[in-house]
């Protein structure tokens, strides 16, 4: 019920594409989803993050989207660039355990030029 | 600010030999955590702490053994290395404050590459 799936594994755009990321949880105590982005040799860092009170937020060319019933929600990457190529992890946290964030496996984005 | 640093960025260790990697942030956070990072697994929980003198077990805590006895520093062991704990180790720190106030903002170090033979 922790468990915080993610599709998919590793995905490649053209430069200008639009890729997106899909993640899935089970647990309803979850509150608080955050989007940490990983350049090779670094750690996570945050990028965006989301409360399930609201359906869509936006920062810059990220969005993210967010269907509480379905339990589901995805990383939108506007106008994609080469710089953007990095793992992007989903997660999620629940209120009640605020000490704990639960990562999803992550997916591989190569934008290609 | 350096934020969180990691020592070291890289070891090789033979099995059986024991080690001990150190985390130190300058943010005056309260949590702390160990992670491993495995290819297609993500990032999962070793042990982490909510403040100096605690520590609780993660996901995976087999192996591993923890202390905080600053509040700046968190120490990972490994008393006896296994070619499973092969692995890239991050830690990472967040502000209880920000935990009240519904978010978990983790900064992490920039990891340390551990392979065991």
């Known amino acids: 019920q922790q468990q915080v799936k993610q599709s998919p594994q590793s995905l490649i755009v053209q430069k200008g594409g639009i890729p997106i990321i899909n993640c899935a949880y089970e647990n309803t105590a979850f509150d608080y989803f955050p989007w940490y982005q990983q350049f090779p040799g670094k750690g996570p860092a945050l990028l965006i993050a989301?409360?399930?009170?609201?359906s869509e937020k936006k920062e810059g060319r990220f969005t993210i989207s967010f269907n509480k019933s379905a339990k589901q929600f995805s990383l939108h990457i506007m106008d994609s660039q080469p710089g953007d190529s990095a793992t992007y992890f989903c997660a999620a946290r629940a209120t009640t355990s605020y000490d704990k964030v639960i990562f999803g496996p992550g997916t591989s984005l190569s934008v290609i030029p | 600010n350096a934020g969180v640093t990691q020592t070291p960025k890289f070891r090789v260790l033979k099995t059986g030999q024991s080690m001990t990697l150190l985390c130190a942030q300058d943010m005056n956070h309260e949590y702390m955590y160990w992670y491993r990072q495995d290819p297609g697994m993500g990032l999962r929980l070793i042990h982490y702490?909510?403040?100096?003198?605690?520590?609780a077990k993660g996901e995976v805590p087999d192996g591993y053994n923890v202390s905080r006895l600053k509040k700046q520093n968190f120490l990972l062991g490994l008393e006896s290395a296994a070619p499973s704990q092969t692995s890239v180790y991050f830690c990472a720190s967040s502000s209880m404050k920000e935990g009240e106030r519904g978010k978990n903002i983790q900064y992490f170090g920039a990891g340390t590459r551990l392979s065991v033979l």
């Open positions: 989301i409360r399930p009170d609201v």
């Open positions: 702490s909510v403040g100096e003198g605690t520590t």
